[in-house]
């Protein structure tokens, strides 16, 4: 059975420092040929499953550094075995239904046992994940479409292909998004993956379409960590009775130094697991 006993929630500024785009599919509100996201009422949107999936690519890119590990949805490319991959969860499907006559924590065991770090916390077929992340919501409401030409290069010559120019829209830099972050029960190797992924953001990152042109370069600012403690009982009745996100949670103080303690422990634990492979009491031969 589930039982929340943490809730923590993550808010930011995220400011894009060039101008960025987001495709939607089809053509642009301007008739260019290659549209961006928008709302009904015409504003440009940053979606939350885009900004979950460049979160889990930050957080794969840098799970090997903190010791964690991370499957890339492919087994046989990152090996590590997970069941976030379809033919790997094929082969052990049996093993995992067997579970369900042993009860729930051997149901929850196994799954644990058979799923990467990253995908503990960003979900699995098997599983929901402890992390969700809303649309980021425009905070200047003065952005604007552009539109800018583009040509189809020929990889050989390396030079434009004749008769094969197209436009596209991008949205002007300077644009500032809300970004909330809501996140469940967390683990120690959680808290550790999530922040060393917000320092690379706050130091800039890149997302949406055309990066390698240069679009989409962004970076965090007024990052401000809030959450609550289910198992204290006046945390637990001030979330309940609460009628505001403020009256909810709590301040857990500066982010910065809340998740690089985090990191750090990780690191120490990483470092001590390698210079001691074995359990105590443990040898190689038994």
Known sequence: MFQLNEKVRLTASLVFDTAWRVGSGKEGETMSDLGVMLTTTGEPILPGSSLKGKLRSTCETLSHALGLS?????????????????????????????????????R?????????????????????GRLWVSDGTLNDRASVVQVRDGVVIDRDSRTAVDGLKYDYEVVPPSSRFQLCIDLENLTDADRALLGAALFEWHAGS?????????????????????????TDPV?????LTGKKTEERLNSLGDWETYFRDRIEQQLQSTANSQQNPNPVGKTEED
């Not at 055309?210 to 370069?217: A, E, I, K, M, N």
Request: hydrophobic letters at 35%; a positive charge; proline letters at 1%.
């Open 206 to 230: 890149s997302i949406g379409g055309f990066t390698s042109r240069g679009l989409g370069r962004f970076h965090l600012e007024e990052i401000k960590l809030s959450g609550v403690d289910m």
């Open 235 to 239: 945390q637990q009745l001030k979330f």
């Open 70 to 106: 991370a499957c890339l949805l492919n087994q046989a490319a990152s090996g590590i075995d997970c069941t976030s991959d379809i033919k790997y969860y094929s082969k052990v499907r049996a093993s995992y239904q067997s579970t369900f006559q042993k009860g729930l924590n051997n």
């Open 108 to 128: 929850l065991q196994w799954i644990d046992d058979h799923t990467c770090d990253v995908c503990k916390l960003f979900g699995s077929p098997v599983k929901a």
